[in-house]
T-cell receptor, first 114, second 115 residues
Framework: GGIITQTPKFLIGQEGQKLTLKCQQN?????MYWYRQDSGKGLRLIYY???????QKGDLSEGYDASREKKSSFSLTVTSAQKNEMAVFLC?????????????FGHGTKLSVL | AQKVTQTQTSISVMEKTTVTMDCVYE???????LFWYKQTASGEIVFLIR????KKENATVGHYSLNFQKPKSSIGLIITATQIEDSAVYFC????????????WGSGTKLIIKP
């Protein structure tokens, strides 16, 4: 088995601040994802990466940057935190296609902006 | 355009009964994958079950099974002999075979199991 570790678990920022969220996986999966989940809502894709140094924008990429310098890690930067923003950011990874394709999720980073 | 719709926002059933959660999808592709995920109260999201569009047999894993009706673009999740710990939010998702690994997600159905 493997695990996806997201740090930090909780992140409190100030309006306009640049904030970075980190994700590590030891599954040796090729593809990694960042999702945003607002309270009581579904998942919206921010960025994904199909291999090291690859970045693909999702529907919600505006206001975010991502980085995949190693296969095992995928970081997300909120470029300018918005006042009163509150959401959970979920990192996931998956095997590249095949009958075992499915997402494995981290436990999330909960963001609050003052 | 691709879309996944879960019209039931919340369902409440008694423990040990069977429940079905609905999901309909839109796609132009003839080949796609359909997934169900469960999000517990702690926020943890886990994969439950998957249906490949080319398979006619409904997938079954433990007390989860699928009702795949391809002509209706429908993939219902059936949970038999429900337990209190099945209380969660259930998400349906789709990926077209030719897409670049991007899943299209439904908005989720909250399932409440009453003792």
């Amino acid at each position: 088995g493997g695990i996806i570790t997201q740090t930090p678990k909780f992140l409190i920022g100030q309006e306009g601040q640049k904030l970075t969220l980190k994700c590590q996986q030891n599954f040796n999966h090729d593809t990694m994802y960042w999702y945003r989940q607002d309270s009581g809502k579904g998942l919206r894709l921010i960025y994904y990466s199909i291999t090291e140094n690859d970045l693909q924008k999702g529907d919600l990429s505006e206001g975010y940057d991502a980085s995949r310098e190693k296969k095992s890690s995928f970081s997300l930067t909120v470029t300018s935190a918005q006042k009163n923003e509150m959401a959970v950011f979920l990192c996931a990874s998956s095997i590249k296609g095949g009958s075992n394709e499915r997402l494995f999720f981290g436990h999330g980073t909960k963001l609050s902006v003052l | 355009a691709q879309k996944v719709t879960q019209t039931q926002t919340s369902i409440s059933v008694m423990e040990k009964t069977t429940v079905t959660m609905d999901c309909v999808y839109e796609t132009q592709d003839s080949s796609y994958f359909l997934f169900w995920y469960k999000q517990t109260a702690s926020g943890e999201i886990v994969f439950l079950i998957r249906q490949d569009s080319y398979k006619k047999e409904n997938a079954t894993v433990g007390h989860y099974s699928l009702n795949f009706q391809k002509p209706k673009s429908s993939i219902g999740l059936i949970i038999t002999a429900t337990q209190i710990e099945d209380s969660a939010v259930y998400f349906c998702a789709m990926r077209e075979v030719d897409s670049n690994y991007q899943l299209i997600w439904g908005s989720g159905t909250k399932l409440i199991i009453k003792p």
